[in-house]
């Protein structure tokens, strides 16, 4: 069955470094997306990719975070100068339109622990 | 934006018996909620959904109603097991779509 991959599964970065994390999606979906939840909390969205740019976003997805698809697999999530508060589970996800539920196919996540 | 509450934020239950965790939502323009399972350092996996177009789902065990006047949608779990154990979200959609609203999440407790 076809999975949304991540890499890398755990990241520690200091305090104000950048991080990209790397998410492929399923290959035939077009919708991409990111989520993230802080240890023990609920899933929190950040941002929705359609076409190549990005169509919703949070109140949390600010001028620090930013989403790339850099080619025809890959979608990325940049945090420029990280905070301690960004530590959590990163989800991508991915569907093949609008009919599926959003993010109803989820990658295993990158842990991001900021220090 | 959409606002999603659920309850309770804990439930244990005794094997066999039956699960019920509710949820309410605020946008009444949403048309449809799904359930997500979550076990512990897992991703969440999509269980069941309901459109809002119907008023009830059934998949096996599982079953999710939806009342969209009250604005409020429940999950079922019957014939409960210990690996029905785990950490379930509702969610609802807003916008266009795009923008999946989750519910708190309820750590469900099978107890054999």
């Known amino acids: 069955e076809p999975e949304v991959t991540q890499t890398p599964s755990h990241q520690v970065t200091q305090m104000g470094q950048e991080v990209i994390l790397r998410c492929v999606p399923i290959?035939?979906?077009?919708?991409f997306y990111w989520y993230r939840q802080i240890l023990g909390q609920k899933v929190e969205f950040l941002v929705s990719?359609?076409?190549?740019?990005?169509?919703?976003k949070s109140e949390i997805f600010d001028d620090q975070f930013s989403v790339e698809r850099p080619d025809g697999s890959n979608f990325t999530l940049k945090i420029r100068s990280t905070k301690l508060e960004d530590s959590a589970m990163y989800f991508c996800?991915?569907?093949?339109?609008?009919?599926?539920?959003?993010?109803?196919?989820f990658g295993q996540g990158t842990r991001l622990t900021v220090v | 934006g959409e606002n999603v509450e659920q309850h309770p934020s804990t439930l244990s239950v005794q094997e066999g018996d039956s699960a019920v965790i509710k949820c309410t939502y605020s946008?009444?323009?949403?048309?449809?909620f799904p359930w997500y399972k979550q076990e512990l350092g897992k991703r969440p996996q999509l269980i069941i959904d309901?459109?809002?177009?119907?008023g009830e789902k059934k998949d096996q065990r599982i079953a999710v109603t939806l009342n969209k006047t009250a604005k409020h949608f429940s999950l079922h779990i019957t014939e409960t097991q210990p690996e029905d154990s785990a950490v379930y979200f509702c969610?609802?959609?807003?916008?266009?779509?795009?923008?999946?609203?989750f519910g708190t999440g309820t750590k469900l407790q099978v107890i054999p």
């Open positions: 290959s035939n979906h077009l919708y």
């Open positions: 309901i459109r809002s177009n119907v």
């Open positions: 996800a991915s569907s093949e339109d609008t009919g599926r539920p959003p993010g109803a196919f």
């Open positions: 946008d009444s323009a949403s048309n449809y």
């Open positions: 990719f359609y076409n190549n740019e990005i169509s919703e």
């Open positions: 969610a609802a959609p807003s916008g266009g779509y795009q923008k999946v609203t």
